[in-house]
Nanobody, 126 residues
């Protein structure tokens, strides 16, 4: 069984950057991919980005497109989320999980993700 651990969160000023890491232990990542979701206080968990390496495609929420980049380092068994031009509305706990499509909704549905990490807090504030 794989365990995913997120890191790299913190406090950053608007316009700043952070790079989140999602490291896998126990085995390598699934053959499909990994996604990032986030949850702000009082809000539901929402999709941020997914790297489906079985197809080579990456997907982003409209709210982060052009600012965030998801990537993978095979040697380190780690997936990254590079976040640039951060905004206060990006403040949330960020989670990574393995993408295993089996329900409707594809990469947008959190039901298609397993082995969620514990999350890392990102706070964007001046």
């Amino acid at each position: 069984q794989v365990q995913l651990v997120e890191s790299g969160g913190g406090l950053v000023q608007p316009g700043g950057s952070l790079r989140l890491s999602c490291a896998a232990s126990g085995r390598t990542f699934s053959s499909y991919g990994v996604g990032w979701f986030r949850q702000a206080p009082g809000k539901e968990r929402e999709f941020v980005a997914t790297f489906n390496w079985s197809t080579g495609n990456t997907y982003y929420a409209d709210s982060v497109k052009g600012r965030f980049t998801i990537s993978k380092d095979n040697a380190k068994n780690t997936v990254y989320l590079q976040m640039n031009s951060l905004k206060p509305e990006d403040t949330a706990v960020y989670y990574c999980a393995e993408y295993r499509p089996r329900y409707s909704g594809g990469y947008l549905s959190d039901r298609n993700y397993d082995y969620w990490g514990q999350g890392t807090q990102v706070t964007v504030s001046s």
